[in-house]
């Protein structure tokens, strides 16, 4: 009996560290989410605008960015930020278990530090070296430094605000 009780303790005690682990990798995706509509603010205002959400939805559509609808490209854009939100609560959870802990706002700050420049650097990179080349020859040779330095720019902004409203968010769940 005793056998019986320890065992539905651990079950229990993993299906709440599910449920807790669930809720953190939804709460990073509404970070991207938001990151990533506070990041079409500068996109817009650049020489480039939102093309790098038009290149990013035509190579997965395999056409040509001209022929990406506005709507494709948002879907795209959000989409993206809620996976680099998820991607961000992964590395926090997971570099949260190799650092000590350091409290900012709520967080442990070096996993946080961590996740945020992680997940910064990767949007960037995707975007620039795995996306962009895709896109068709004409957009790469023509436009490849243009569009990389907004991509630059913009994940700059993601990054920040990601590791501004991960605290806020993240503070007493993580």
Do not use: C
């Amino acid at each position: 009996m005793l056998t019986l009780v320890g065992t539905a303790v651990v079950v229990l005690d993993a299906l709440a560290a599910g449920a807790s682990l669930t809720v953190q990798l939804a709460l990073g995706a509404l970070v991207g989410i938001a990151a990533a509509i506070v990041m079409g603010v500068p996109m817009w205002r650049q020489d480039e605008g939102f093309t790098p959400a038009y290149i990013a939805a035509s190579v997965l559509r395999k056409s040509r960015p001209d022929e990406v609808s506005f709507v494709d490209a948002n879907v795209v854009h959000y989409l993206a930020g809620a996976m680099a939100g998820v991607l961000y609560a992964f590395v926090f959870l997971t570099s949260d278990m190799l650092f000590p802990d350091l409290p900012l706002f709520g967080v442990d700050a070096i996993p946080h530090l961590v996740a945020t420049l992680f997940v910064m650097v990767w949007i960037y990179l995707l975007f620039a070296h795995f996306v962009l080349p895709r896109a068709g020859r004409s957009i790469y040779e023509e436009r490849a430094t243009a569009v990389r330095g907004q991509w630059l720019r913009s994940s700059l902004v993601f990054g920040v605000t990601m590791f501004v409203l991960a605290p806020a968010v993240f503070a007493g769940v993580a």
